[in-house]
């Protein structure tokens, strides 16, 4: 296996290999310190992360505005807390070895905001700020505020340009380097375009030599690639290393670190990796964010799988094709739908699928009474967690709706991410596990056959590291 040099980031030579950031309690600063005190860099995730009480506990993040927007003013000041608290925890673990990134989505709920109160109030110890999940072309703008380098992800060169021609232009020298993340591969949101086939993923070589050629023409042939998704062992990679046609290379990784002792999520969750067969890990577009997304197939997204079968076409008015009158909600308020469709209903409120909600599509979903009922209380609780959301009808800009109907098939992602994050004790952790989000690259089948693992074995950070680094 080739070996890898280190390379400068953030004023300090370190190992080409980042902790990927991962979402809401996942990527910490505990996880991000000690990745960085074994030579890389390491993130921690600004997506409503852990603060702490006196005594060490996690505070628990309890609404108690009238309002969506009050509600997410509060949700701001506990992302900024918990950013800070794991920014110093990550400082303190990384010993000054490494480097620590922190990890914010652009369509995240008060995105600035957030990050602008973590730096302020984490001052020199955050090293470089990774952000994608949109177009993040303010993100330049922080980075110069602040003095750090800024990493924008992406998934396609021509994303980049706009990127660059909008807004980063103006900020060439503080940009550490330019995040490829793999619309197929990488766990979590993805970037797929609406021409790309999420069915029909692409070699990523010909994709990121694209990237290089962009950037090379705005004379960014020097700039960190940094490749995020499907990465595993980096014998796969040997052709990218020191490949003068691509330029410096970094690797990311974000699926593995999940799978270490230092990683948060339950050990029902660490167990459940362990057994997971090639194709366990899918796209989906369940999302609120009206993204792609990668997870294990579980029951959570089983569910979410059917209740989108269960779904019928509605019209107001009789007539094209809508003949069969149908009574939707307690008032039994009449709309038609086709009459073809009028034996499927019945089956399904024979099966307990008695509630028929109405979709932004002009749909009806026909789920049990229970689930309508936690649908609805999910959709009045939202806390503005997203810019906008489709689950919600949430926007975080007057009038603080999309002016769609929420859509019931999607789902209040903040809750699922700290419910699974935050199993209290007593729970049955395997089926929290089982009926919500677990994010994951589609590599994560790896897990069960790579000897590594063999027998259950759960490495340090440290031994990951070790691992990537001198191959099999």
Not at 191 to 202: K, M
Not at 303 to 318: F, G, H, I, K
Not at 394 to 405: A, F, I, V
Not at 429 to 439: A, G
Request: charged share 20%.
């Amino acid at each position: 296996m080739k070996s890898i040099d280190t390379l400068r980031f953030g004023g300090q030579d370190v190992l080409p290999l980042i902790e990927g950031g991962k979402g809401v309690s996942v990527s910490t600063g505990v996880s991000a310190g000690h990745w960085a005190a074994a030579g890389g860099i390491g993130t921690i995730s600004a997506v409503n992360a852990d603060s702490y009480d006196q005594d060490g506990h996690p505070v628990p993040q309890v609404y108690h505005g009238r309002t969506r927007r009050e509600r997410q003013q509060e949700l701001i000041r506990y992302a900024i807390d918990g950013g800070i608290a794991q920014a110093k925890i990550a400082h303190e673990i990384s010993g000054g070895r490494g480097r620590i990134n922190v990890n914010i989505l652009w369509e995240m709920g008060g995105a600035e905001e957030v990050i602008i109160g973590i730096l302020e109030g984490a001052p020199g110890l955050v090293h470089g700020v990774t952000c994608g999940a949109g177009m993040p072309y303010r993100l330049s703008d922080i980075a110069v505020r602040f003095g750090i380098p800024y990493y924008p992800i992406v998934s396609s060169g021509r994303a980049f340009n706009a990127l660059w021609r909008r807004a980063y232009s103006k900020a060439p020298e503080l940009l550490g380097g330019v995040v490829y993340e793999d619309p197929w591969r990488a766990g979590g949101h993805n970037g797929l375009s609406n021409t790309e086939n999420p069915f029909s993923p692409e070699d990523p070589y010909p994709r990121v030599l694209e990237l290089r050629r962009v950037m090379r023409n705005y004379g960014l042939g020097e700039t960190p690639i940094i490749m995020a998704g499907g990465v595993w062992h980096l014998e796969d990679w040997q052709d990218w290393i020191g490949n003068p046609e691509l330029g410096p290379i970094v690797f990311q990784f974000g699926t593995r670190p999940l799978l270490t002792q230092e990683s948060p999520i339950p050990d029902a969750w660490k167990r459940r990796l362990l057994t997971l067969k090639e194709g366990d890990v899918y796209l989906n577009r369940f999302s609120p964010t009206g993204f792609y997304s990668s997870a294990v197939r579980n029951s959570f997204l089983q569910d979410l799988c059917e209740r989108s079968e269960r779904q019928v076409p509605y019209s107001q008015e009789a007539g094209d094709g809508y003949e069969a009158s149908y009574g939707v909600g307690a008032r039994k308020r009449e709309v038609f739908v086709p009459a073809a469709d009028r034996p499927r209903i019945a089956d399904w409120e024979a099966a307990g699928f008695t509630e028929a909600l109405r979709t932004p599509d002009d749909t009806l979903v026909f789920v049990t009474p229970e689930s309508a009922r936690e649908i609805l209380a999910d959709q009045t609780a939202c806390m503005g967690c997203l810019s906008q959301c489709r689950f919600s009808n949430w926007m975080q800009r007057e009038p603080y709706t999309n002016g769609q109907k929420a859509d019931p098939r999607s789902f209040c992602i903040q809750k699922t991410l700290q419910t699974i994050s935050h199993i209290p004790p007593g729970a049955d952790e395997d089926n929290v596990v089982d009926h919500n989000l677990m994010f994951g690259g589609t590599n994560a089948w790896r897990f069960g056959t790579d000897p590594f693992y063999a027998n259950g074995f759960v490495p340090t950070v440290s031994q990951l590291v070790e691992r990537i680094l001198t191959g099999r």
